[in-house]
Protein backbone atom coordinates (compact mmCIF):
# COMPACT_ATOMS: atom_id res chain seq x y z
CA UNK A 1 0.00 0.00 0.00
CA UNK A 2 1.21 3.22 -0.90
CA UNK A 3 1.13 6.20 2.01
CA UNK A 4 0.09 8.60 -0.53
CA UNK A 5 -2.91 6.53 -1.77
CA UNK A 6 -6.50 7.83 -1.95
CA UNK A 7 -9.65 6.48 -2.21
CA UNK A 8 -13.25 6.86 -1.60
CA UNK A 9 -16.36 4.93 -2.27
CA UNK A 10 -19.89 6.34 -0.97
CA UNK A 11 -22.68 4.58 -0.94
CA UNK A 12 -26.36 5.36 -1.15
CA UNK A 13 -29.25 3.93 1.05
CA UNK A 14 -30.79 2.82 -2.84
CA UNK A 15 -27.72 0.69 -2.79
CA UNK A 16 -25.74 3.57 -6.03
CA UNK A 17 -22.14 4.11 -5.26
CA UNK A 18 -19.83 6.00 -6.37
CA UNK A 19 -15.95 6.12 -6.69
CA UNK A 20 -13.41 7.97 -6.73
CA UNK A 21 -9.26 8.39 -6.96
CA UNK A 22 -7.23 4.55 -6.25
CA UNK A 23 -9.99 2.25 -6.71
CA UNK A 24 -8.08 -0.60 -7.26
CA UNK A 25 -5.82 0.46 -3.86
CA UNK A 26 -5.30 -1.99 -1.45
CA UNK A 27 -6.94 -0.50 1.51
CA UNK A 28 -7.83 -1.52 5.33
CA UNK A 29 -10.87 -0.34 6.80
CA UNK A 30 -8.67 0.55 10.39
CA UNK A 31 -8.31 3.82 9.57
CA UNK A 32 -11.84 4.66 8.99
CA UNK A 33 -13.14 2.71 11.71
CA UNK A 34 -10.98 3.99 14.13
CA UNK A 35 -13.17 7.52 14.68
CA UNK A 36 -16.55 5.52 14.66
CA UNK A 37 -15.14 3.30 17.60
CA UNK A 38 -13.20 6.16 19.25
CA UNK A 39 -16.23 8.55 19.89
CA UNK A 40 -18.49 6.29 21.61
CA UNK A 41 -15.80 5.22 23.85
CA UNK A 42 -14.81 8.49 24.79
CA UNK A 43 -18.82 9.29 25.51
CA UNK A 44 -19.16 6.40 27.63
CA UNK A 45 -15.98 7.15 29.49
CA UNK A 46 -17.09 10.97 30.08
CA UNK A 47 -20.23 8.90 31.75
Known amino acids: M ?3 SVGICP ?3 DERSYGG ?3 D ?3 TIQSISTPFTYA ?3 AIAAG
Open 25 to 27: AAF
Open 2 to 4: QPD
Open 40 to 42: PTL
Open 11 to 13: ATA
Open 21 to 23: EDL
